[in-house]
């Protein structure tokens, strides 16, 4: 008997040990494949939008041409847009990328232009991409123009649990960055992923959010950034997939049935938006979509977090985005105003919030209500630090879920819709801004890649800051204040009068209680 107790123990063991090492072998990153590196186009100037490029720099071609887009159906048409107009190059990469409305019609476009000879690169993170998403990507990546690369995957083999479970350091880090870059002469940048909600394409709840479109200098160091990113040995080609081969012989399917989508969608609401706009009539009319008093022109810097920061490499070993910064954060001396969607300061953050008051500047917030938020993991990370704040003075603004504005066009549509922020806008001194995907948070600082631009152009650090906080933010949003040492929020009503709420506005017990409980979780660094 003690024998077979013996050996029933010893091959327990053994099929314990067996299904670690499959766990591991499942989570590793694949490395047994030849990487082919690409880099971004150089040769350009010619192109249409190389000479329209050249056109908006003729005063000052060492400085970067910039306009700002934050309603989300001219989002969605500049991209459109520039793609039609595409001669050599696509580059994309984002966070999140769905197959609805607003994924399906670009990957067509993506498609029709690799079949006039556009290269099209593609690089996405591999969290929340989807089994119809990645069907139709890996179809596409058998166009020989198509490259569809996977960052930081959890493995090859397309099973998500044993890389979670046995790799949840690299796992747990993934790449925020936004970017869309034509011919390598136009460049989109800011907090936007590819998915309906980001473009006032959903009846039901959209984001406010900001991007900035750019000519000049800039787009050069865009361009490096994305080939660092796409030539990283953390972006996965799709053919080493094991789901791939599966695809080889689709392509003409995906294509006629991306046509046959974008052919159904021709009368439907949003289809009816994008005709409704300003920006589209000029387009058909043969007139530029862009509204000449929102051209900013100045220096530009673009930064972003190392690929390494995704291996683990700490803030000493290798580049993030929080150092690269830091140079525009330390010499403000008057103002900085803050628009984040998670804004999760910490105590090491609240301290120099409230810190800069001391000094005599200025700080103010424009965050997510409990409300209008989609996250109430990451609220819970900002509510236990409210008080904190606004006794050391920081001025706090948190956005009403029905705010109504150019950014939720079709929310119109819906009484029960609802907004919720998402642009990531940081403005120094009025003289310098911040705008890309970086969140005001410790995952944004410390464990996510991101990237974004600092623009160096008080014209437009001065109009962003007046937009939001100067005129819009009184009626958009709640103020919160503190009242006999207690957290109130102020509203203010169309008849001048202040309304004031004890309890967080529009929001039932069960979701405060839910807020309530999550912010007893020690989970704050990963926020």
């Not at 971004?40 to 490029?53: E, K, N």
């Not at 969140?439 to 152009?457: K, M, W, Y």
Request: aromatic share 8%.
């Amino acid at each position: 008997m003690a024998q077979l107790i013996k050996l029933a123990t010893r091959l327990k063991q053994a099929l314990v040990i067996a299904l670690v090492c499959q766990l591991s072998a499942c989570s590793m990153l694949p490395t047994d494949f030849e990487r082919e590196d690409s880099h971004a186009f150089t040769d350009t100037a010619q192109t249409r939008l190389g000479q329209l490029a050249k056109q908006m720099q003729s005063k000052n071609p060492e400085h970067s041409s910039m306009f700002l887009i934050g309603e989300g159906t001219d989002a969605f048409l500049t991209r459109m847009v520039l793609m039609n107009m595409a001669e050599r190059s696509i580059d994309i990469q984002y966070f999140i990328f769905k197959s609805d409305i607003i994924g399906k019609l670009m990957m067509d476009t993506m498609l029709e232009r690799a079949e006039r000879g556009v290269r099209v690169r593609i690089l996405l993170d591999e969290l929340t991409l989807d089994s119809e998403t990645k069907a139709i990507l890996f179809a596409m990546d058998h166009h020989p123009l198509i490259d569809v690369r996977i960052y930081n995957p959890f493995s090859s083999t397309g099973y998500k649990a044993p890389a979670a479970l046995t790799d949840t350091a690299r796992i747990n880090r993934r790449m925020h960055n936004k970017s869309f870059t034509v011919d390598s002469q136009y460049t989109v940048v800011g907090g936007r992923n590819i998915e309906e909600n980001y473009f006032s394409a959903n009846s039901r709840s959209n984001y406010a959010d900001l991007d900035i479109v750019a000519v000049g200098p800039v787009v050069t160091d865009v361009n490096e950034q994305f080939d660092i990113y796409f030539n990283s040995p953390l972006a996965i080609p799709s053919f080493v997939f094991d789901e791939h081969k599966h695809h080889k012989t689709r392509l003409a399917q995906v294509k006629s049935e991306l046509a046959r989508f974008v052919e159904s969608i021709q009368d439907s609401d949003y289809a009816q938006d994008l005709r409704s706009t300003t920006m589209y009539k000029r387009i058909v009319n043969g007139l530029s979509g862009q509204d000449e008093a929102l051209i900013f022109q100045g220096k530009a810097h673009v930064i972003y977090d190392s690929p390494e920061k995704t291996l683990g490499k700490s803030e000493l070993e290798t580049t993030y985005m929080i150092a690269m910064l830091r140079p525009h954060t330390e010499k403000i001396a008057q103002t900085l105003e803050l628009i984040s969607p998670y804004f999760i300061p910490g105590d090491e953050g609240t301290k120099h919030l409230t810190d800069l008051v001391k000094k005599g500047i200025k700080v103010r917030v424009i965050t997510n209500s409990l409300a209008s938020t989609d996250g109430i993991l990451a609220q819970s990370g900002y509510a236990r630090h409210r008080y904190n704040l606004l006794k050391g003075g920081v001025e706090l603004y948190e956005l009403k879920p029905k705010a109504k504005s150019k950014a939720s066009r079709s929310l119109k549509r819906s009484a029960e819709a609802k907004s919720a922020l998402h642009a990531k806008t940081y403005i120094f001194d009025r003289k310098e801004v911040y705008i890309g995907s970086f969140n005001f948070d410790p995952r944004s600082a410390l464990i996510n890649t991101e990237l974004g631009l600092v623009c160096e152009t008080p014209d437009m650090a001065s109009y962003i800051a007046a937009e939001l906080f100067d005129k819009s933010v009184e009626q958009a949003a709640y103020q919160l204040a503190l009242i006999d040492d207690d957290v109130v929020w102020l509203e203010a009503s169309h008849d001048g009068q202040v309304i004031k709420h004890s309890v967080q506005p529009e929001t039932s017990w069960w979701r405060r209680f839910n807020l309530y409980l999550y912010s007893l979780l020690p989970i704050e660094s990963q926020l």
